[in-house]
């Protein structure tokens, strides 16, 4: 069980808007604690896509971006393209009992 | 350019002790600011933080494994070590390293990961 809550898949059509939940509490989200996205390609390493809430490293398309609020954040897909086709998860730092840095449980993207 | 790549056995027998190597580049871990990861992530599985050590070696463990995981380095060859002890199957894992940089909290390189297999 993640402490960080991201539903297991989501799917949309090249060309679509998709979005990517990711749930927390008040000691890691709610906290204000920043929310990071990586992007898995199987059989690959993370990858950072978005880091503090909804900056995008260098490199990544601004078809990618980030919110956060309350004890929630999410990543926005627009314009979907095949290559999207991957693993997402979020991580953030939690302030209660267990591990410092936490991801969610990780959200499987398929493009149609 | 910035480059991790993590070192170890593919195969570990269950109660044996698992030591892991991340041979880094382009940076330095002398640096302030500057700290290295160890993140798992079991086969079909999310992701699992583990552990970090700093550059002015203060070190953090995930609680649940603090008792079995030891991070060191060594900063005149740019390695970080993590030890498992007591390994058990479901310590099977593809192992990475990663690091974070600054007052940041988000790893912005990775390694490639090393897999290792807890089996007899």
């Known amino acids: 069980q993640s402490v960080l809550t991201q539903p297991p898949s989501v799917s949309g059509a090249p060309g679509q808007r998709v979005t990517i939940s990711c749930t927390g509490s008040?000691?890691?989200?709610?906290?204000?604690?920043?929310v990071h996205w990586y992007q898995q390609v199987p059989g690959t390493a993370p990858k950072l896509l978005i880091y503090?809430?909804?900056n995008r490293p260098s490199g990544v398309p601004d078809r990618f971006s980030g919110s956060k609020s309350g004890t929630s954040a999410s990543l926005a897909i627009t314009g979907l393209q095949a290559e999207d086709e991957a693993d997402y998860y979020c991580?953030?730092?939690?302030?209660?009992?267990?591990?410092?840095?936490?991801f969610g449980g990780g959200t499987k993207l398929t493009v149609l | 350019q910035v480059t991790l790549k993590e070192s170890g056995p593919a195969l570990v027998k269950p109660t044996q002790t698992l030591t892991l190597t991340c041979t880094f580049s382009?940076?330095?871990?002398?640096?302030?600011?500057?700290?290295v990861s160890w993140i798992r992530q079991p086969p079909g599985k999310a992701l699992e933080w583990l552990a970090r050590?700093?550059?002015?070696?203060?070190?953090f463990y995930n609680r649940s494994l603090k008792t079995r995981l030891t991070i060191s380095k060594d900063t005149s060859k740019n390695r970080v070590m993590l030890t498992m002890t007591d390994l058990d199957p479901v310590d099977t894992a593809t192992y990475y390293c990663?690091?974070?940089?600054?007052?940041?909290?988000?790893?912005?390189?990775w390694g490639k990961g090393t897999t290792v297999t807890v089996s007899s």
């Open positions: 503090e809430n909804n």
């Open positions: 990663a690091r974070t940089q600054g007052g940041n909290f988000y790893y912005d390189v």
């Open positions: 008040s000691s890691n989200i709610g906290a204000g604690y920043d």
């Open positions: 382009g940076f330095s871990l002398n640096i302030n600011g500057m700290r």
């Open positions: 991580q953030s730092y939690d302030s209660s009992l267990g591990g410092f840095w936490v």
């Open positions: 050590i700093d550059w002015d070696d203060d070190k």
